[in-house]
């Protein structure tokens, strides 16, 4: 009786702990770390309308997010398929971890690694890895840049490849509550086949990718993202929307 209560107590006052973490999160996204704080989770919902050529499919994801330590994040997500007639879970797993290396009052660095594995019938289960040097470049106290978001893509799925994307998000921090940022890729470099195949794509595409970020409070928050290519404008683009919650 004793242990039990003892260990009821001791997850109470760790709910309370991470309530608190919740209070001091701060409000502002440029002020925010590159990962979660110890102890602190956060989870993301994502409603996704997928338009390519003559179709459109609608989607939800969920991701999960976990401050193991002051530095050190793990997610984890998968998708589900809200096809009217017939919905149905994508059967892919993604996973996460990023740590922080650096953080300054100017600039903040969190490489991380991230793979999904595919449970699909006669799919491979491992056959991706993605590497980033996901960083924040604070311009003013306003104006903020973040890049290294999915630097490196390695695949053995069909013809084996690696990529390397060089992609930047330029921001800006509107009111305390509101924040505005637009992903571009400026460039891909891709080596496949036996890896002795180099291609260099610079503007091949011109990908863009708005994204408005609203909080409600540090606890909450919802946003509105939207992921198009302007040199093929209309054939294919993603709309999303979604909320994050941190307890």
Known sequence: MTKLVSGVVCVLGLLVA???RADDYP???????LTLPQGMFQGQLLLTELHAGDDDAQGLTL??????????EADVGTGFNLHPSDPFWDKRLSLAVGYLVYDTEKLDLAPGIATSLDFRDNAKVFDNLDLSLEGRFLAT???FILFGRDLIHISSFDASFMSLELNVAPGVQITPELSFALGLQLAHIKISGDFNTTTWIFADQIAIAPRLLYAITSKLDVQLLFTDDLKHAGDLWILAAGVNVRI
């Open 141 to 143: 106290d306003k104006i």
């Open 27 to 33: 409000q502002s996204e440029i002020d925010r770390p």
């Open 63 to 72: 991701l999960a997010g976990f401050g193991i330590t002051k530095e050190l």
């Open 18 to 20: 991470t309530a608190a």
